[in-house]
Every structure is written in C-alpha cells, then in structure tokens.
C-alpha cells in the first residue's frame, strides 16, 4: 500500500465524556466505511498524559489530528457532521451504492 | 486554606516601580485582573515583569500562557530589558506555553469545550508549583474558534477556575471600540481591571496608565505616566500636594561669596530651591556650575540634568571661567545627564529624574535648564508635572536649582509656567543682559528669598577667566564707568 495512503489519526479526550464518546464513536464508524484498512486511531487521554496537549497545540477537547498525511488537520468537536469531518481531512468518500 | 482578615484586602506586589503604590499593596491576591490597552502599550511585557519580579524578589514561579509570541519571540523581546526568560525556565521557576492555532487547519463539527486548555494550563501551574499565571492574549482564540458562545463560556469558566486554583492572575486584553476589551472580558472579572494607554500628542508618545476599577480596594484614580526603559516598566507615582516637608535653618553657600553677600544670611536655606531666570547668554549655566561645584565640596551626591549640553561640553565650558567639575565627576560625586528635551515626553523626562534621584539619593539637584521641558508639554500639565516634582525635592529635603531661559523681554512677559515655578521658588534671582553704551551690560538682581532679607538693587556683573564678578553698587559702577 502507498505511503500516502495510510491515514493516522489522533483523538484527544479528557476522560469519559459524552462528547468524547461521541466523537470516538463517529470517526470509528467513517473510517470503517471509508478507509478500511488504511487507518489507525490513537485515543490519548489528557487526564492521563496532560504534557502532550502542548506538543499537537490542542485547546480543544475532543479533537482530531490528521498526523498523516501531512499536512497536519486538526479537527474540533464530536464529529457529527460526517461530510464536514470527510471533507476537513481530505478523505474522498466512498459512495454508497459501489458497496 | 485561605487566611481571611477583617480589614485588609490580601494583595500580591506587582513588581512594576511604583504601581504597588498607586494600587494600595498590587494586585488582589490569588484574583484575575485584567490589564487592557491597544497595540504596543506595553501589556505583554507588563505580564512577563509581574512573573519575572515575582520569581527574583519573592519566590513565586509563573506560568506565562501565550497566545500570541512565541517562546523565542518573548525571550528576546525582553532580553534588552535584562529579564532572562531561558534561565528562568531552566531553573523550573517559569514556564511558558504557547498556544498556537492555525485557522486554515481547524475545522469544526459538533460539540466541544476548552478543556485542553485547561489541562494545559493546570500541568504547567503544577509542574513547577506556580503561583502567578499571565494570559497574553486569551481573546485571541476569537480569531481561532467560530463558536463564540462557546469561548465565551469558557474563557469565563477560566476565570473561575484560576480563582479556585489560588493563583493570581494577569489577563491582557486587547483595547475594544466601545469595551475596555474587544471581547468585554471586564465583564467577566471584576476585582481589578488597568488600562494602559499609549498616544502621541505633539509628536512625542507618551504612555499612561490607570486604574478603572478595583473592587474591594482603595486606588489611585488618575492617569499616572509610565516608562518603559532598560528596567522594564516603572510608574510615576504622583506624590500628594502637602506643605509639611522637613524645614532647615541651616545655610548653605551659593558657591560664590560676593552673591552670598547679597542675602541678609550669607547664603540660602539648605533644602530650598532656587531658580535662575534669564535670556539666552546671561551666565545661568554658570551660576549653576558654582552651586555644583560648593556642593560637590561639601561632599554632596550631585546631579546635574542638563538639557542643552552633554556632560563634556558643559565640564569644558565652565573650566574656562575657572570653574573645574572634572575632580568631581570622576569621583562620581558629581553625576551629570544629559539629554533632549525633545527625546520623549514631559513625563518621561520627569520619570527619568525621579529615578536617579531615587537611585544616586542626591542632596543637590540641578536641572539646566527647567524651561526645555516647559517647551514639550501643554501649559496645564507641563505645570502639574513641575509642580510634583519641586514637590518630591522639597518632601526629599534636596537643594535644589532651576535655570529657566526667558525672551529678552524682562519680567512682565514671562509666560504663566514660569510664573507656576517661580512662585515655588524659595530664591528667584533674574539675570539680565541690557543695552548700554553701545555694550551689553550683565546684571543681577534677586527677585526674592523666603525667610531672609536680600539685597533689593540690580547689581552688574562681568565674566572673566576666573569666574562672575560682581561689580560694586552705583557709585562704584560710577567708578567703573570713569576707569573705562
């Protein structure tokens, strides 16, 4: 599989909140229909390992950094939104009926 | 936890020259304040002076969260000013964040909080035990984040939650069109908010600060000038208007025996302030160089602010009337700083003489002359600062002697400043240069000594190589006249 791609992804929680869940569960669910196969998620917890926060410049909680491939995305919030979550790390969906 | 006593509000030094005063004792301790002011008014360099003070003089580490330089960025800016950020660091006595956020590479979607920020914020405070936290420039996340209910929520969550910490806090804000701060963050915090303002009137910036609200507190209500120079920033505390300064019966020379003569006491009151007035060439610097000199030989802490000549051109000038400072200025007695009126604001200038007077502890102050200030300010305030400051030399029992340079005119034109000065003058004498024979003719008169009699005449004098000479009343003058 080319390098390019190979998608990994970081979600960044402080703990179990509903928010949190939320978002773990949405971006588990569109990377299973969209890149099965060509992903990774890291959870990282910030009550746990809160000296990380500084080096992905995180303020937000949750959030979502594209560390590959670059450039770096970062997004913020749940993840409701599936087509602005597709969109905003540049993963060109796979359309429903080819499945 | 918390010590709470009945009357006194806990407060925590700021660690800016003089603020402490003007606020009562600082900041309201382990409380957020806000310091607000536009661009380039000095409020991130106020934020890292409350840190680095508060490390070097009481032991506090800081964390400085910065949402706008950079570590290195800050770490230079304010290396001139002799405050060593990466030593701090290295030490574990300050630690700072940056938080960065690049618009083009942050989407939203859905529900989320500042938490992170929070964890940030809390893990830098915890790491090395801070106790002071500065916030430069928090409504910057506005420019990061589209959800502005959200920040706004948040940010006051901060605030809450700083409070709950026990630390004390500086949170700058930017200047708002209508609010103190762009985003109305003094609504959030309502213990202390400072504005700092920066503007440029006559072409000459001069910077000010004021104090806008502080809860639970007595403060200082006017705008106080403040400098920003090699020691950071310091505040012109405005000393009150009181007549009840140390008096001395004791007489000091004027560093010339024929002009000693004149008065009714062989000499003026020590702690007295005496101002010279006359028009261009009438011998003003040099009458003041005698004063330095005879207070340089009672082994006085001089100081000398020349306005119109560097130290050198002023010690060469007056050696040839006999008049040798250079013994003195080696041995440090005699400190002489020069500098343009037009270098900087009133205030400025007036910060700057109150600092070396409180660093050299001067018993003799010459200022050379008084009337450059007068040039750079408007009327009101130009008097308002003279004012003060003959006050703080008279609270301090200092000598002090003014110059002041007036039109050729005489007396009754004199403009209203130098009538403010003169009326708090102890001993006004006026030098003159008038017309006589087709020669100009130097004279001297006292206008007026407080609390002694003096001679009333108007006496002539020449400049020779050896100094002022005073020539004898009207029948010597007489004689002079038939000599020539």
């Known amino acids: 599989m080319p390098k390019e791609d190979k998608y990994e992804l970081r979600l960044y929680v402080a703990g179990q909140t509903p928010k949190s869940i939320t978002a773990l569960k949405n971006i588990t669910k569109y990377c299973k229909e969209h890149l099965e196969g060509k992903y990774s998620i890291e959870v990282i917890d910030l009550l746990k390992n809160p000296q990380l926060a500084e080096g992905d410049q995180i303020f937000a909680i949750p959030t979502l950094v594209r560390k590959v491939p670059e450039p770096i995305r970062k997004i913020i919030g749940d993840l409701s939104n599936e087509e602005r979550v597709l969109v905003g790390l540049n993963i060109r969906p796979i359309p429903k009926n080819n499945r | 936890m918390k010590q709470i006593s009945n009357d006194v509000f806990p407060k925590i030094s700021t660690g800016i020259d003089g603020l402490d005063e003007v606020t009562g004792g600082g900041f309201p301790k382990d409380r957020p304040t806000i310091v607000c002011g536009s661009a380039g008014c000095g409020k991130t360099l106020f934020g890292i002076q409350f840190l680095a003070k508060g490390i070097s003089e009481h032991n506090e580490p800081g964390v400085f969260m910065s949402f706008e330089e950079s570590k290195t960025d800050l770490a230079q800016n304010v290396r001139s000013l002799g405050i060593d950020l990466e030593k701090l660091i290295a030490d ?98 309502s213990d202390c908010v400072i504005l700092l303002d920066f503007r440029v009137i006559d072409q000459i910036a001069t910077r000010r600060l004021r104090i806008v609200k502080y809860r639970g507190s007595t403060h200082g209500t006017n705008e106080y000038p403040f400098l920003i120079d090699e020691n950071g920033i310091s505040v012109l505390p405005i000393t009150s208007l009181k007549l009840d300064h140390k008096i001395y019966k004791q007489i000091i020379s004027t560093g010339l025996a024929e002009i000693d003569g004149l008065f009714s006491k062989a000499g003026v009151y020590k702690g007295s302030s005496i101002l010279v007035t006359g028009s261009a060439g009438t011998a003003k610097t040099i009458l003041a160089s005698y004063f330095t000199q005879e207070s340089c030989r009672r082994n006085e802490q001089t100081l000398y602010f020349a306005f119109e000549e560097s130290p050198e051109q002023l010690v060469r000038n007056v050696q040839s009337v006999g008049i040798n400072l250079n013994p003195f200025v080696r041995s440090k007695k005699l400190i002489i700083h020069s500098s343009r009126p037009s270098l900087q604001g009133l205030e400025m200038h007036l910060l700057i003489l109150y600092k070396m007077i409180e660093q050299y502890k001067p018993q003799t ?45 005489g007396l009754d034109q004199k403009d209203q400043t130098v009538n403010a000065i003169s009326s708090l003058a102890d001993t006004w004498i006026d030098l003159g240069n008038i017309k006589q024979d087709n020669q100009r003719v130097r004279n001297f008169r006292v206008v007026k000594s407080r609390g002694m009699g003096h001679e009333t005449e108007t006496r002539q004098f020449i400049i020779t190589d050896k100094g002022i000479k005073l020539l004898g009343t009207k029948e010597n003058s007489e004689n002079n006249k038939k000599s020539k």
């Open chain 2, 92 to 189: 574990k006595k300050l630690r700072i964040d940056h938080v960065q956020f690049e618009r083009s590479e942050i989407e939203e979607t859905g529900e989320y909080d500042l938490e992170a920020l929070f964890i940030r914020l809390n893990h830098a405070i915890e790491s090395i035990g801070a106790k002071r936290v500065v916030l430069d420039t928090i409504e910057s996340l506005f420019g990061g984040i589209d959800n502005a209910a959200v920040l706004r929520s948040e940010i006051r969550r901060l605030f809450r939650w700083l409070k709950e910490k026990g630390v004390t806090a500086v949170i700058t804000g930017e200047r708002g069109d209508k609010t103190l701060t762009r985003q109305g963050l003094e609504e959030y915090v």
């Open chain 2, 365 to 409: 102050v010459i200022v050379d002359p008084i009337s450059s200030l007068i040039s750079i300010g408007t009327a009101g305030e130009v008097r308002d600062m003279l004012v003060r400051l003959i006050d703080l030399l008279k609270i301090k029992g200092i000598n002090a002697f003014f110059t002041s340079l007036t039109h050729e005119e």
